[in-house]
């Protein structure tokens, strides 16, 4: 087979969690003290493709205590409702359990943290597709995609690394597979413009979740 070992990405790759992101956004921008009607607040909230604490510090101008705080009431809405309101894009459940089947060794590497990475995909019924779940730790660390990866490498080897690759949908995840050594698979129904991809010089680009699974089958 052509790549043995698949990293993916979770959220704009394998699920759609706009809602519960969007959702999780408003309740601590509320919190703290930010007026929803005002820009950049208002209309469509941006979406969180990247890791939390650096995205409110930019969309909030908060320093790092800030965001940290903002981070934490995010989790609060999200460990008990908005992980809940995430869906797998259509044919994502049949790509994954195909490449299992066929003996791909699956990996999920996210900047989401981890113990809500795990709780999103056994809710989902997704999780025994995946030999390591890799995320972010509640503390901070690992909220890089490339630490994400890592953590993965050092947990689970691949044996073949040429025959290894990443799926992702923006350039966090170009960028984290080539600071690791992974050629990337960037999909253009997530979150990510293809402008971005191609800035970040994804390996491959693709527009659905056939063309993505037709790729890395092989």
């Known amino acids: 087979m052509r790549y043995s070992h698949i990293f993916f990405d979770m959220d704009g790759t394998l699920l759609d969690s706009d809602q519960g992101t969007v959702n ?63 869906a797998p894009y259509p044919g994502v459940p049949e790509m994954l359990m195909d490449l299992h089947r066929r003996g791909h060794t699956l990996f999920i590497a996210t900047s989401k943290a981890q113990i809500f990475a795990e709780r999103i995909l056994r809710h989902l019924g997704l999780a025994h597709y995946f030999t390591y779940i890799s995320g972010a730790e509640l503390s901070g660390e690992r909220r890089h995609k490339s630490e994400s990866i890592l953590h993965i490498l050092q ?45 970040a010089k994804a390996d491959f680009i693709v527009e659905t979740v056939g063309e993505l699974h037709a790729l890395l089958r092989g």
């Open 24 to 86: 999780s956004v408003k309740y601590a921008l509320a919190a703290m003290g930010f007026d929803l009607a005002l820009p950049p607040f208002n209309g469509v909230l941006p979406t969180l493709t990247g890791p939390l604490h650096e995205t409110y510090k930019q969309l909030c101008g908060l320093d790092d205590a800030g965001a940290a705080a903002a981070v934490q009431k995010h989790r609060e809405y999200f460990a008990t409702t908005g992980l809940y309101e995430a």
């Open 155 to 199: 947990n689970s080897p691949v044996p073949e690394p040429s025959k290894a690759i990443m799926a992702g949908d923006t350039a966090f995840d170009v960028q984290g597979a080539h600071q690791t050594g992974l050629p990337c698979a960037a999909v253009l129904y997530g979150y990510g413009t293809r402008a971005e991809l191609e800035a």
